[in-house]
């Protein structure tokens, strides 16, 4: 069982920056893709972007450019950087870890708050 717990969500005007951290409990052995995901409120969950144990990233193309994703392995953390934010980047973020098996497992985090004041 892997729990991951966010961090780093709060308050911040249209243009500025913030780092969401995602520690996870444990160090993930087997093969796995870890993502962030945001929920606007009323609107569905949708994929901000992923990074693989080998450090392959993908991006949403609403954030491309603006947000980076990263990895520390030793400290079990997935980071967000939101540079340049948006007040429809208001939203709450998610952290995911889905560990590939048969079958697949997938972990969550509890979310974190990003609201952009415009």
């Known amino acids: 069982q892997v729990q991951l717990v966010e961090s780093g969500g709060g308050l911040v005007q249209a243009g500025g920056a913030l780092r969401l951290s995602c520690a996870a409990s444990?160090?993930?052995?087997?093969?796995?893709?870890m993502y962030w995901h945001r929920q606007i409120e009323g609107n569905q969950r949708e994929l901000v972007g992923s990074?693989?144990?080998?450090?392959?990233?993908t991006y949403a193309d609403s954030v491309k450019g603006r947000f980076t994703i990263s990895r520390d392995s030793a400290k079990r953390t997935m980071y967000l950087q939101m540079n340049n934010l948006k007040p429809e980047d208001t939203a709450v973020y998610y952290c995911?870890?889905?560990?590939?098996?048969?079958?697949?497992?997938?972990?969550w985090g509890q979310g974190t708050q990003v609201t952009v004041s415009s």
């Open positions: 990074i693989t144990r080998d450090g392959k990233i």
């Open positions: 995911h870890v889905q560990v590939w098996g048969d079958p697949d497992v997938d972990y």
């Open positions: 444990s160090t993930i052995l087997r093969m796995h893709v």
